[in-house]
Structures are given as C-alpha cells and as structure tokens.
C-alpha cells in the first residue's frame, strides 16, 4: 500500500509512529510532504526562545495516546542535564524540546522502516493539490514544483492556520504578523519602543515573554476584542465526573428540547456543585466587565490555592466536548461561538504558572498593560495608532497573533484544500475546515458517501470535532486513523 502524510510537525509524526506499532513498516511504502528541513517540529516545536513553554506538564505530553509519559522518559534519558532536570512530574519544558524529542522519534521510525526493507520517503515540498487517479481509483499528489505521484491513501496533518492580519498592515516594515520564530521577531523591535501585541491568546503571551526575557525596557500592550488571556494551569489532579457524564448528556440529547447550550450549562454548575465548589465561578468567568489583569490575578490565586474547578472542567471537556458538538444543533453551536468559545479556550488552554506570574509582575511594574475593545489599528509613517473602544495610543511596533474564531484552513494548504473539495473528495465545514466522519476522521466526500480514502487530523477537523487544539486530543484521533489505515492494509493484502 502507498500511503502519504502531507505535513510532518508532531501529528504527522504521531501517525508515522502510531503505524509502525501496528506492525505497518513491512506493508506500506510511505511519503511525508514537508516543506520544512526537520520533520517533527511543525510550527509549534520549532527551535525558538526558551522562554516559550510548553502550555501542559511535561508527563502529559506525547506523540502517543497510550503513553503519556512517552516525552518524559526521552527527558530522563536526555544525555544533557540541562534537558534531564525537567524530567519531572508538573515540569513545564521550553517547546522547542518538544521538537527535538518529535524529530528524535522520526529518526528512530525512518531507521524502523528501513530495517524492515523500506523506508519513509520524505518530499521537501508543499503537497498543493491533490485528485482521483485513473477511472476514479488512488490519489494524484502533486507539488509546486510539478511533481507528482500516486497514493492509495492519504493523511492531511497540515497543522494550524497563521495570525490574520485584520487590519491590512502588511508590508510595513514595523509590523510582524506571524510571530514565530520569536528569536528574531524580539530582535525587529528596539528595547525601548512601545510594541503591542494584536491578541491575547497562548500566542500572545509568547510575544511578551520572549520580549521580557530578551530584556525589554519599553511599554508592552496586549491587546484584542475582549481581552482574555489564558487561564493559568493547575496542578493535574485525577477527577471523576459525578454530573457532567455522558450519560447525562446523552439523557437530554433524547429529550424532548434535545441538548441545549443551557442544558450543557447546567450540568456544569451541577458538576461544580457536587466538588463543593461555587457554581457562580463560571458566571464570573463569562463577566465581560471583568478587568483582565484582574482576572489574571484571580487565576493565579485560584490555582495558588488549587480550586479543583479548573482540572474538572478541563477533564469533562476533554472527554465530552467532541460527542457535546456533535449532538448541538446549528443555532447551538454558534450561540456558543459567539459567547462561549473564547471563554473555552482560555480555560481549557491555560498558560503555566511561572509564565502568569512573570506578566503579572510586568502588570504590577506598569510595563505591560492589557487591553479589550480593539477596534483599528492605522498605520502612519515609521508608527502606529491603534483605536480601541475606550482609548486611543500611539505604538512603535505591532506584533500579531490575532486568528479567526471559525478555524480556517492553513493558508499553506488553502490550494490544496481547494483540489480536494474539487476532485470530491470531500468538502467544506460550515464551521471551518473539512468535514469529517467523527468515527475515524476520514472526509465526507460532497456525495455523502463514506468511501474516501483521505483522512484529517488536527485544525482541518475543527469544524467537525471543535477542539482539536490539544495534542493528546490529536494523539487520540491519531489511533483511530491508524487503525483504519490496518484495515485498508488488511483488505488490500493478496488472498
């Protein structure tokens, strides 16, 4: 069988691994398209400042579902001290370790394939499009450059779309709008300018850390609609639903009002009340009028003290959202879009504890300030003034992280995406991305049929699935994916 994986960050990665362990390196011949020289760092694990932290403990974080600690043990077996010191539980380690352990772990699986009289071919183009092969049978991938090639399967891992740039400020020359690689965005910008960061998401706060650790002197402003920065994250503790169950779910999804926003809601409170905790904390989280410094002090107090509020409802959402979306009517899901998703992600993608505490400190020192209510940002001569609903300042620099809500396709794939609605081979999301079948992530061709032999994983897949931002979410999915790849294997085999 030829099978082909278009993007070799960490989901790329975790398929390749996830077929080898189901025995699949005597079996298929495999292409991995990336245009990047290192497979296995994607845009998230790029070698970048240090200051940029993994958003989730260290014993959390892995390229395998069914081996959580995977990345820890690389940790404690890392020859360098430096890497082996954050071999330990509730260790935050910079994200560019992550790459190297992702990029290890294809070295090791290039070297498995060939072992067994193959190897992983790896193409250093962008796939941009891909169709039916003769009479409707395989798949034709082609490159920029005009290479092309047939496949009898194929995985799209094409990662998450860049920063928008919402105010047309492309092309001024103190403007970045793509952060990453934060080393050299830091290095764009003098010590003592005013810089504002567009955003206040993880991104965001990856800008303001690697701008204080380089030693920033001037004012630092963040800035978005509602200005909610991430939650800070806990401590793990290991929770047990006791009314946010599927069970519950699945009782008012055949009811006669079916699953509401508000059912859902309710089963929250009902959840926090039965851990003795004050169900009035999310009415408190959904409070536009909250100030956000203030609210980053309340989360840094709130996980200080260990509420367990945030682990439980990270843990419910983790194992309930995906069947919740589905379930939602239309109406529903975007009523929740509109005034529930921001809250969602700030809570469930927190920023580490030592990492809150170095903006708050910022905050207190009066260098960093927060702010909501943007409206426009102009652009004039060598400067900036940005217009929010309150006020209105002057800037040296702008920096940007601001995305869409919907999640659209990467823009690196934007073509490719096009061709593969085209060829039928599946096709839009009203909610973003491709559609999926929620069983296995394989596309839902335009006709309905369920014969597509393409599957998508990560952000392709939010429209479907809704939050697929996490990687151990992804790692999930990614066993599933591989289990029906063996299948096809299976069926393929001569009798």
């Given amino acids: 069988m030829k099978f082909a994986i278009i993007g070799g960050g960490a989901t790329g990665v975790s398929l390749v691994d996830a077929l080898a362990r189901r025995g699949l390196t005597q079996e298929i011949d495999l292409t991995v398209y990336e245009p990047a ?5 994607g845009n998230a694990y790029r070698t970048d400042a240090r200051s940029a ?22 940790l404690g077996n890392h020859q360098d001290p430096e890497v082996r010191a954050y071999a330990r ?32 071919d790896v193409v250093h183009e962008t796939a941009v499009s891909m169709t ?28 998450t779309a860049a920063p928008v740039d919402c105010y047309g400020l492309a092309g001024h020359p103190r403007y970045v709008n793509d952060p990453y690689p934060l080393w050299i965005t830091v ?3 003098g010590r003592d300018d005013h810089v504002t960061v567009l955003g206040t998401s993880l991104t965001a706060v990856d800008i303001v850390t690697a701008l204080l650790d380089r030693g920033h002197r001037g004012p630092i402003t963040m800035v978005s609609r509602r200005g909610l920065l991430p939650g800070v994250r806990q401590r793990h503790r290991d929770t047990t639903a006791e009314a946010l169950t599927e069970a519950a779910v699945r009782r008012m999804a055949d009811g006669p009002r079916g699953l509401t926003l508000a059912a859902v809601l309710d089963l929250m409170r ?6 003795a905790i004050d169900p009035g904390i999310l009415d408190k989280e959904a409070d536009p009028r909250e100030d956000p410094a203030g609210r980053l002090a309340r989360h840094l107090e709130l996980a200080e003290r260990e509420v367990l509020w945030q682990p439980l409802l990270i843990t419910a959402a983790n194992d309930l959202i995906e069947l919740v979306w589905s379930l939602w009517s239309d109406a529903e899901r975007n009523t929740y879009l509109r005034d529930y ?13 030592p990492t809150a505490h170095k903006l708050l400190s910022a905050v207190e020192a009066g260098q960093l300030r927060l702010r909501r209510g943007i409206q426009d940002v102009r652009a004039h001569g060598e400067a900036f003034t940005v217009v929010c609903r309150d006020e209105t300042f002057r800037t040296d620099a702008v920096i940007n992280s601001a995305k869409r809500e919907k999640a659209p396709s990467p823009s690196a794939a934007t073509a490719l995406c096009a061709s593969v609605v085209n060829a039928g081979l599946g096709r839009y999301n009203p909610f973003g991305g491709l559609t999926v079948d ?11 049929s369920a014969s597509s032999p393409v599957f998508a994983l990560g952000q392709l897949a939010a429209g479907s699935l809704y939050y697929t931002s996490s990687l151990a979410m992804i790692a999930r999915r990614v066993e599933l994916v591989a289990d029906r790849v063996t299948e096809a294997v299976a069926v393929a085999k001569p009798q």
């Fill in 37 to 41: 020289k290192e497979i296995g760092r």
């Fill in 53 to 74: 932290l993994l958003n989730r403990q260290a014993e959390f974080m892995s390229i395998r579902w069914s081996e959580p600690r995977h990345f820890l043990g690389w």
């Fill in 89 to 120: 539980l509730g260790s935050f380690p910079p994200r560019q370790l992550f790459g190297d352990y992702t990029s290890e772990c294809f070295e090791r699986l290039k070297d498995s394939w060939t072992d067994h009289g193959r190897s992983i």
């Fill in 132 to 159: 039916r092969g003769h009479a409707g049978q395989g798949l034709v991938i082609a490159t920029a450059s005009g290479a092309s090639r047939m496949y009898d399967g194929a995985a799209l891992c094409v990662g």
């Fill in 187 to 189: 290095e764009t910008v």
């Fill in 270 to 275: 009902a959840e926090l009340a039965a851990h």
């Fill in 341 to 353: 998703h921001h809250i969602f992600q700030s809570l469930c993608n927190p920023m580490p504890m």
């Fill in 438 to 448: 929620s069983a296995d992530n394989r596309l839902v061709p335009a006709d309905g």
